[in-house]
Nanobody
Framework: QVQLVESGGGLVQPGGSLRLSCTAS????????MNWYRQAPGKQRELVAT???????YYVDSVKGRFTISRDNAKNTVYLQMNSLTPEDTAVYYC??????????WGQGTQVTVSS
């Protein structure tokens, strides 16, 4: 079965950095676009960044220039490097892959808290 396991969340001060990792199993990792979503308390889950199989990238406007998504197909892992963090980045971050129209998988989420 498909599994996505995130790691790397934590507590960081404003202006700090974190790198999230998501390791996938049960899929041919390299052929799928991988996504990072986040959900802050009381808000809807939003797409933060996407990396395609060809390593094209997309970022939501609020993180452009601060976050970088990358992938290592040899390790079945997608990363989200987050710099210049602000309290508004506080959320649970989820890794996601859409295998087909009927199969979308999510990780368990990792908490990112930005606070002084």
């Amino acid at each position: 079965q498909v599994q996505l396991v995130e790691s790397g969340g934590g507590l960081v001060q404003p202006g700090g950095s974190l790198r999230l990792s998501c390791t996938a199993s049960g899929i041919i990792f390299g052929i799928y676009a991988m996504n990072w979503y986040r959900q802050a308390p009381g808000k809807q889950r939003e797409l933060v960044a996407t990396i395609t199989s060809g390593e094209g990238t997309y970022y939501v406007d609020s993180v452009k220039g601060r976050f970088t998504i990358s992938r290592d197909n040899a390790k079945n892992t997608v990363y989200l490097q987050m710099n210049s963090l602000t309290p508004e980045d506080t959320a649970v971050y989820y890794c996601n892959v859409r295998v087909n129209s009927q199969a979308t998988y999510w990780g368990q989420g990792t908490q990112v808290t930005v606070s002084s």
